[in-house]
C-alpha cells in the first residue's frame, strides 16, 4: 500500500515539476494568473462576446420584417376599393394603420415616419374597372430604408396583382369560356419560381450568419492586442520572455492559449445559436465550418500581435484594431456584392479575413459546395498568419527596449 501511495506521489510530483518548467506552461499559467486579476480579459473574451450574441439575436428574432404600417387614402368607397384594402391588408409584410381622408395628410403622417407607405385609391376606380376600362392605383413607398421599401413593394404589388388578376379572370368566363380555359387566357405566361439556398426570404440567415462571427472577430482582436500590448506598457516584457525560454513563439503560444479556449466556447454557443436557435440551414461539412472558425480566431490574434508590433502603443494598436474590424463586414460582399465593387474595393476586401470567413461559411452552410471551395479562404487565412509571424523580430525588440515601455 505504502508503495502504491509512493508511486502516485511521485507522478504528481513529477506532473508538477513537469509544468513548473516547462516553458508554454510558465507562460500559460502567468496569463492564467494575470487574467484572474482584472475583469477586462474575462469581459472582452467571454461576456462580451455572449452579450452581443443574445442582444443580435433578440434583433433579428423574427427573422422578416412583419405589419409594417401603411396609409389608405380611400377616394372611391366602394365594394371594389374596400376589398383592395382587405387583400392589402392580409399580406404578412403590410398592416393598414391608418385610413387618411386626403393626400395632402397621407404625404404629412409618411414624412413624421409614421408610415412607410401610402396606398390611393383613386374615385371612380370600381366604375372604371366595371367597364372594362384600366385603373391606375398609386402607391408611395418610403425607399429610405431599402430593407422595409423592398418588402413592402413586394407585398403590396403581390396583392394588387393578385385581386388584379381574379377580376380579370371573372370578365374573361362572363364571355362563356370554362374556367380553365380563362385562366389560360387571363393568365397566358406563368412564372415558375425556384428561389435557391433561402427560401422563406429569412434575414437572420442573411445577416446573423455574418454578425455574430463579426463580434467574435472584434472581441477576438480587441482582447489580444489587450493582452499583448500591456505586457509592452506594462514593462513587463522581459519576464514574460524569461518565462518562455527567450522564444517568442513559445512565449506566443502559451500566452494566446487561454484566450483561444474561451473564444472557441464563444465559438461553440455562436453554432447554437445559428444552427439550433435559428434554424440556419446546414448544407455542407460542419467540420469544416468548425476548422474554420478556429483558422479565424488564430489569424486575427496573430493580426493583433502583429498591431501591438507595428504600433508598440497599446492605445494606438486597440483604436486601430476597432477600426479594422468594423471595416470588414463593410467590405466583406455581403449587403454589398464583391464583384459590383469597383476594382480598388475588390482588392481592399482581401485585406479583411473575414472576407474569407464569410465565403467559407455561405459555400459550407448555405449553398453546401464541395469542400475543395473553401480551401483558397482557408490558405488566405494561412497567410496573414504568416505575415504576422514576419513582425515577431520587432516585437521582441520592442519588448525588450525600455523606450517603448510605459506608453498608453
Keep these: 500500500m505504502k508503495k502504491k501511495q509512493k508511486i502516485v506521489s511521485d507522478i504528481v510530483g513529477n506532473s508538477e515539476s513537469f509544468f513548473r518548467k516547462n516553458p508554454f506552461f510558465k507562460v500559460f499559467l502567468r496569463e492564467i494568473d494575470r487574467m484572474s486579476g482584472s475583469t477586462i480579459y474575462l469581459f472582452t473574451t467571454l461576456i462580451g462576446p455572449l452579450i452581443s450574441f443574445v442582444i443580435l439575436l ?16 380611400d377616394l372611391d368607397n366602394t365594394v371594389l376599393s374596400r376589398k383592395v384594402v382587405m387583400w392589402i391588408d392580409a399580406t404578412p409584410e403590410a398592416e393598414i394603420a391608418m385610413h387618411i381622408p386626403n393626400q395632402e395628410e397621407a404625404y404629412q403622417q409618411m414624412a413624421e415616419g409614421k408610415l412607410d407607405a401610402v396606398v ?4 371612380g376606380t370600381e366604375k372604371n374597372i366595371l367597364k372594362g376600362s384600366s385603373e391606375r ?10 430593407l422595409k421599401g423592398g418588402y413592402l413593394q413586394k407585398g403590396i404589388y403581390k396583392s394588387l396583382a393578385t385581386l388584379s388578376g381574379g377580376i380579370k379572370l ?3 368566363m362572363k364571355s362563356g369560356l370554362p374556367e380553365r380555359l380563362a385562366k389560360a387566357k387571363a393568365q397566358p405566361v406563368r412564372l415558375q419560381q425556384h428561389i435557391l439556398f433561402n427560401p422563406f426570404g429569412n434575414y437572420s440567415y442573411f ?4 454578425l455574430l462571427p463579426l463580434m467574435l472577430v472584434i472581441f477576438t482582436l480587441l482582447s489580444n492586442v489587450f493582452a499583448v500590448g500591456t505586457e509592452v506598457r506594462e514593462g513587463t516584457g522581459p519576464e514574460w520572455l524569461e518565462h518562455s525560454g527567450g522564444s517568442l513563439i513559445v512565449g506566443l503560444a502559451g500566452k494566446l492559449f487561454p484566450y483561444t479556449i474561451l473564444l472557441m466556447i464563444d465559438a461553440v454557443v455562436m453554432n447554437v445559436v445559428l444552427f439550433i436557435r435559428m434554424g440556419t440551414p446546414l448544407q455542407g461539412s460542419f467540420v469544416f465550418i468548425v476548422l474554420g472558425e478556429m483558422g479565424l480566431i488564430f489569424t486575427y ?3 493583433a500581435v502583429l498591431l501591438v508590433s507595428v504600433t508598440a502603443n497599446l492605445r494606438l494598436a486597440l483604436s486601430l484594431a476597432s477600426a ?5 463586414l463593410t467590405f466583406s460582399g455581403l449587403t454589398f456584392p464583391q464583384f459590383a465593387m469597383p476594382v480598388v474595393a475588390r482588392v481592399f476586401s482581401y485585406l479583411f479575413p473575414f472576407t474569407q470567413w464569410v465565403k467559407i461559411f455561405i459555400s459550407q452552410a448555405i449553398r453546401g459546395e464541395a469542400v475543395v471551395n473553401a480551401l483558397i479562404p482557408m490558405a488566405i487565412f494561412v497567410s496573414f498568419i504568416l505575415l504576422s509571424v514576419s513582425f515577431l523580430p520587432r516585437l521582441k525588440k520592442v519588448l525588450r527596449n525600455e523606450k517603448y515601455w510605459g506608453k498608453v
Excluded: C, H, K, W
Design 58 to 73: 433578440l434583433i433579428f428574432a423574427d427573422g422578416v420584417p412583419r405589419n409594417l404600417p401603411v396609409g389608405i387614402v
Design 120 to 123: 390611393i385609391i383613386p374615385e
Design 137 to 146: 392605383i398609386p402607391v408611395f413607398i418610403n425607399n429610405t430604408n431599402i
Design 170 to 172: 371573372q370578365f374573361v
Design 207 to 210: 445577416l446573423l450568419s455574418a
Design 301 to 303: 490574434q496573430m493580426l
Design 324 to 328: 479594422y474590424a468594423m471595416m470588414a
